[in-house]
């Protein structure tokens, strides 16, 4: 990588030069989806297992081996083309690191994810995944840590059962499983003015950027990076239910027409206007992500890999209406638009990856992390470049963002029991983002459900944001029938 600046047309610009890649070596192309969650620092999905039973560190190395030969992914990292495309590659790539700590408290798998999230992944030496055990003799917490651009949380949860498998049957065959392309499980656009007038849209910002483009590397990616958690810290608050909390629910839920995930996500709806305020116009949206193994016309296996359909739409929390026919209108958008594969929200035109990398990371905090251009002159030059097509694409890509993203993985059909380990619990923390007022992770395996709100938390504002959050899970509580639940603690 070096910059060129060329003096003759008056403007600077950053060329990739780099040997000739052997693709052929590769796994596949990064598709233009999942590129976009390469680089920022929002973009780490996490998946917590709470295990009983003494866990074996030898035992523990050797699985995570075993299902890193099982999904290629795992052992990943980007190689780029000369062309700067991105490439997914397992040559010459180290082990997943697995760090062990000793147990000494319920919360402290959250400490260990505020201190390891800030480390972002080397992408172009991998793996863009860690293990850490929070380990005792008698329960054990197990966090596995990803770029998402390699995985979605239900990719997580069955790494999660992979992994005990090859832990609890050392000698069984492990077979390979290829991921695919994603774009070739997405419903293909019909004719239409709207598809045209994208791909014209997309022609015109392609070659304004290809006038002046600019390739980011990894000490781009480290300097947002380092001052993105400079200034914030992750928070995360906790919604549990015990098993029988949870058939409580379930019984509820089945009288009145819903499942758990959408009266869950309509009671933190609604507790979000009751404790902040209605949402801004722009933010009155719904994204929800489904799961195209389950829902792909073609047949797809449990492959470990971005996989992930997502349909987006207007909603707006009806106060003269009662909480569960609020959730029942919810729950009837949901369930019409995943039978139907809506995935408007994941659509995507093909622009230049380069400038996916741009409008998704290296343009959206230039105002918000300027020490972070001043690190690299790479983005340094990038930053003085105002009238580059990529702050204005980055605009658009952050006002376009939904004010509710609920990411539910339902009640998992893993089993709980691996030899001497049992899962007691687990936990999904889908991506952050700081322009989504409510993130929202779901999961649940033993009749027990737990919820997650995520989200970052400035530094030195004394947890504003987090005692806010805590009343909305609190007030949502209330909508579910639980106010005996209602806590003080985020993490319980």
């Known amino acids: 990588m070096s910059i060129n600046v060329d003096e003759a047309n008056g403007w600077n610009r950053s060329v990739h030069q780099s040997s000739a890649v052997d693709i052929s070596k590769c796994i596949r ?68 690191n697995l760090k062990i700590v000793s147990r000494f408290s319920d919360k402290q798998w959250f400490e260990e994810l505020q201190k390891e999230i800030q480390t972002p992944f080397n992408l172009e030496e991998g793996p863009m995944i860690k293990f850490i055990l929070i380990y005792s003799e008698n329960i054990s917490d197990l966090i596995v840590m990803c770029n998402h651009s390699i995985c979605d949380g239900m990719s997580l949860a069955n790494l999660v059962r992979d992994l005990f498998n090859c832990y609890a049957n050392p000698e069984q065959e492990i077979e390979v499983i290829y991921p695919p392309n994603i774009m070739n499980l997405l419903p293909i656009d019909g004719f239409s003015l709207t598809s045209i007038l994208f791909k014209l849209i997309v022609y015109r910002a392609d070659n304004k950027w290809k006038k002046n483009p600019y390739y980011f590397n990894q000490s781009d990616c480290n300097a947002i990076q380092a001052d993105f958690w400079k200034k914030k810290h992750i928070g995360k608050v906790i919604l549990e239910l015990e098993p029988h909390e949870t058939k409580y629910l379930s019984k509820q839920c089945k009288k009145k027409g819903v499942t758990i995930g959408s009266a869950v996500t309509a009671a933190f709806i609604a507790a979000h206007e009751d404790i902040v305020g209605p949402f801004e116009k722009s933010k009155k949206q719904v994204s929800i992500p489904f799961d195209l193994r389950r829902h792909a016309k073609t047949p797809v296996e449990d492959v470990f890999c ?12 009806n106060s003269k209406k009662s909480f569960w026919k609020n959730a029942l209108d919810l729950h009837k958008e949901i369930h019409k638009r995943v039978v139907k594969l809506d995935t408007n929200g994941l659509k995507l035109p093909d622009y230049d990856p380069t400038l996916l990398d741009a409008v998704s990371c290296f343009g959206l905090f230039r105002d918000t992390l300027p020490d972070a251009y001043t690190k690299t002159e790479n983005l340094k030059k990038f930053s003085q470049d105002a009238k580059n097509v990529a702050f204005s694409f980055a605009e658009i890509y952050d006002s376009k963002v939904p004010g509710v993203i609920p990411s539910n993985l339902g009640k998992l059909s893993i089993p709980e029991t691996y030899g001497d380990l049992q899962i007691d619990r687990m936990i999904f923390l889908p991506s952050i983002g700081d322009s989504v007022p409510l993130t929202i992770g779901g999961i649940s395996i033993g009749g027990r459900s737990v919820f997650s709100l995520n989200y970052t938390e400035p530094k030195g504002e004394d947890n504003f944001v987090t005692r806010e959050k805590i009343q909305i899970r609190n007030r949502a509580l209330e909508y579910l029938g639980f106010p005996d639940k209602i806590s003080g603690e985020g993490i319980v």
């Open 29 to 96: 192309k990064v598709a233009n989806l999942e590129r976009l969650f390469l680089w920022s620092p929002e973009c780490t999905v996490s998946m917590i297992a709470r295990v009983k039973g003494d866990m074996s560190e030898e035992r523990l190395r050797r699985a995570i081996f075993e299902v890193t030969q099982m999904h290629p992914l795992v052992g990943a990292k980007i190689v780029f083309d000369n062309d700067y495309n991105a490439w997914f590659s397992n040559e010459g790539v180290p082990e997943p």
């Open 306 to 317: 971005f996989c992930v359909g997502a349909s987006r739409f207007s909603f707006k929390y």
